[in-house]
């Protein structure tokens, strides 16, 4: 895989009412652009924190550090796109630089 990637996270509910976590890595290599599917997970805990370690342990447990993740596309929820509290301001402390986009799809469907 490429040294650097982004990374598009959502979570929703199945039949089952159990909430499902999608994590997806989106990076570049020779001039073209890859997405794969990392994991899908189910998540037993919504906050910001226990998002950010479910995708930092998910991401090591596939081999991918987490500090080569340069941006993200989250929806607008407070535990995904917070600014201080949300998951997004998590990966922004552990890297200044990294760059936070709202997730277009969703953007969309208000």
Not at 12 to 29: E, L, P
Not at 60 to 80: E, H, Q, T
Not at 90 to 109: D, F, G, Q
């Amino acid at each position: 895989m490429a040294g650097i990637y982004s990374i598009q996270m959502d979570s929703t509910q199945d039949v089952s009412a159990h909430d499902q976590c999608a994590i997806v890595v989106r990076y570049v290599i020779l001039g073209k652009v890859k997405e794969r599917l990392v994991r899908l997970v189910r998540v037993d805990n919504s906050s910001g924190r226990s998002l950010h370690t479910l995708l930092s342990e998910s991401l090591s447990d596939s081999g991918i550090s987490l500090k080569n993740c340069v941006s993200d596309s989250f929806d607008g929820a407070s535990n995904m796109s917070g600014i201080y509290s949300g998951v997004q301001a998590l990966m922004k402390e552990e890297r200044p630089s990294h760059i936070h986009t709202w997730c277009y799809a969703h953007v969309l469907n208000l």
